[in-house]
């Protein structure tokens, strides 16, 4: 069985900073890519940033500049860090990774809990 246990977020000022995490567990040959969603109230979920097996990234427009997505492999954990953080960042985090289970097995996608993020001053 695969988890993704999400850690970080919470209250922050605008002009803040947090970092989320998100570490997988159980059983993994891989991981191919890993993405942060966001859902703000009564918006549809939205995709933040990306990163794939060869640490290629991508950003929101949103985002850029502000946010950077790393990835720690020995440790299967995906970070996401957030700087100067302004209102409209405010939405439940969360992140998605592809992965394999075994060498040449077909891929699998997981989600991780949801973590809520509100900037306000």
């Known amino acids: 069985q695969v988890q993704l246990v999400q850690s970080g977020g919470g209250l922050v000022r605008p002009g803040g900073s947090l970092t989320l995490s998100c570490a997988a567990s159980?059983?993994?040959?891989?991981?191919?890519?890993v993405d942060w969603f966001r859902q703000g109230p009564g918006d549809q979920r939205e995709l933040v940033a990306s990163?794939?097996?060869?640490?290629?990234?991508n950003y929101a427009d949103s985002v850029k500049g502000r946010f950077t997505i790393s990835r720690d492999n020995a440790k299967n954990t995906v970070y996401l860090q957030m700087n100067s953080l302004k209102p409209e960042d405010t939405a439940v985090y969360y992140c998605?990774?592809?992965?394999?289970?075994?060498?040449?097995?077909?891929?699998?996608?997981?989600w991780g809990q949801g973590t809520q993020v509100t900037v306000s001053a």
């Open positions: 998605n990774a592809i992965l394999v289970k075994s060498q040449s097995g077909p891929n699998f996608s997981y």
């Open positions: 159980g059983s993994i040959f891989s991981i191919v890519t």
């Open positions: 990163i794939g097996s060869t640490n290629s990234t």
